[in-house]
């Protein structure tokens, strides 16, 4: 989906998101892809190696979505951590969502050795940092689990070369980095060089799984043997997924320091929600590198204090790392927390045959995405998977943590359902009250309304009734965007879609 241009990640201002050509027509392939960053691209490369024909579709450029947002964390540490996992799915589980990302981390690292793609790849550590004040019992538990996950896994009494807070942590070895808009380049040569064909600027409005199954938009239609919605949230069916995950809006800004005075590590501090940091290379600055840190999350649409979450990361960071300089770079993205804490990867959970989907990355979407891939190529060429089971979208999770989550999540989206009720969450009074560049909900008799000023004036009108569920959307100034608070969907100002899973724009104004 189309990604607002309000904030531009440090990849975006570093690499070209390339486009792909325009589709138009019908067409034919053995497998259609929808969504051109990690999961899409992934799961395109690896069936084109297979001698599959793939079409990929996406509205952006390449990387143009999420993946383009992203910090490019490669971790096995897990974002919601091993300990928690044991005591939701079992020690067996926990062991196969170790090793599945491990094993993610080493086929990132055999494409980029044998497509020879220059992104930056590279071996470090992770280290968990336990945070000030916080009780180190969640390092022994999450080392003791780790160890029997199989990882290569130390306690230590401080993140070695780390010249600040010498605070316990918990070192991962043999994660990994780099630059994520650079590595789908990489794999979107490999795609087309085998046969396969990318497609920008197509906007999919039906995904049918009949005799033939087939993707269609206003002006093209794709029949292929199977269909894989790679799309962040799945825009193929209104409930299946949605329920049982939930979106929330992180936030990034980076700084140059001095080269050498930090380490090349991912580290994640013990907080939640948590703090995550690495470093980039500058090529335009080679007495530079560049210091990510990223984290302040919050629930997408509760929240519009952008500015607040920015500044809160840049106090933490100067806390810990007073070499920093001025921050150049902020950005935001979006991540489904699934409520059981793993990602849905295989067929379709509406039931709709010949249709795949790739979606809850949890914070961790590089390795997610690419896992995803290796799953969905097994599923499609009839292959067994050791971790088909694990990621099922139809998997039932049972243990008490992940229904009070379920619970938790979807009273939640009942709640926004009061903003239906006339006068409920109106942000202006009339018209006149919105400033050139913001938005405001209006009412409007019984109808709510999103109204947009534009910078030289101009009022756009449109319906405040998100078309997945109908809840009201919220303006997200940071953004300029129309951002709904029930799962996920954004809007462009004018209307037009920017996220799943809602398909259609926000409805004109009679």
């Not at 904030?7 to 053995?30: M, N, P, Q």
């Not at 951590?81 to 491990?102: F, I, K, N, P």
């Amino acid at each position: 989906m189309r990604s607002s241009e309000a904030t531009r990640s440090f990849w975006k201002a570093t690499a070209e998101s390339r486009a792909g050509t325009r589709l138009r027509g019908l067409h034919e392939a053995d497998v259609c892809v929808i969504g051109a960053g990690i999961a899409g691209l992934t799961t395109a490369y690896l069936l084109a190696r297979e001698g599959r024909r793939v079409v990929v579709l996406d509205d952006n450029p390449i990387g143009g979505g999420e993946t383009g947002q992203t910090t490019a964390h490669l971790a096995s540490a897990c974002d919601d951590y091993l300990h928690v996992l044991e005591r939701m799915h079992g020690s067996d589980a926990a062991r196969l969502v170790y090793r599945s990302h491990q094993a993610a981390i080493e086929e990132i690292g055999r494409i980029v050795s044998l497509e020879g793609i220059d992104c930056e790849f590279e071996r470090v550590n992770g280290f968990w940092w336990l945070a000030q004040g916080t009780a180190p019992d969640i390092l022994r538990a999450e080392f003791d689990a780790a160890r029997r996950a199989g990882a290569e896994v130390e306690l230590l009494d401080h993140v070695p070369d780390l010249p600040c807070e010498r605070q316990p942590a918990l070192r991962f070895g043999r994660q990994g980095q780099l630059h994520p808009l650079k590595y789908l380049q990489g794999l979107a040569a490999s795609i087309e060089r085998d046969g396969g064909t990318i497609h920008s600027g197509n906007h999919v409005t039906e995904i049918e799984s009949a005799d033939v199954p087939r993707v269609a938009g206003d002006a093209f239609e794709v029949r292929a043997g199977a269909i894989v919605v790679c799309t962040n949230t799945p825009v193929v069916d209104r409930f299946a997924v949605h329920t049982k995950q939930a979106p929330y809006r992180t936030f990034v800004i980076a700084a140059p320091v001095p080269r050498g005075t930090l380490p090349h590590l991912l580290l994640w501090d013990t907080l939640d929600p948590y703090h995550y940091v690495r470093l980039a290379r500058l090529d335009t600055d080679l007495a530079s590198e560049l210091l990510i840190v990223g984290g302040e999350d919050h629930k997408t649409g509760h929240h519009d204090d952008g500015a607040r979450r920015f500044a809160a990361l840049e106090r933490w960071a100067r806390e810990r790392f007073p070499m920093m300089g001025a921050v150049e770079h902020r950005w935001s993205g979006q991540v489904m927390e699934p409520v059981d804490h793993l990602a849905f990867i295989g067929r379709d959970p509406g039931g709709r045959e010949h249709v795949y989907v790739v979606t809850g990355d949890s914070g961790q979407g590089m390795t997610h995405g690419t896992l995803g891939g290796m799953v969905i190529r097994d599923q499609i060429l009839g292959r067994a998977n050791p971790w088909e089971s694990l990621y099922a979208p139809t998997r039932k999770s049972l243990c008490a943590a992940s229904v009070k989550e379920w619970i938790t999540e979807n009273l939640d989206v009942c709640r926004q359902y009061l903003d239906l009720v006339p006068g409920v969450h109106t942000t202006a009074e009339d018209p006149s009250e919105i400033a050139p560049g913001t938005g405001a909900i209006l009412q409007r008799g019984a109808t709510k309304v999103a109204a947009f000023r534009t910078d030289d004036g101009e009022l756009i009108e449109r319906s405040a009734y998100c078309t997945h569920l109908g809840c009201v959307v919220r303006w997200n100034s940071l953004e300029r965007s129309w951002d709904c608070p029930c799962h996920g969907s954004r809007f462009a100002p004018t209307g037009e879609v920017l996220n799943g899973p809602a398909i259609g724009p926000l409805a004109t104004i009679e």
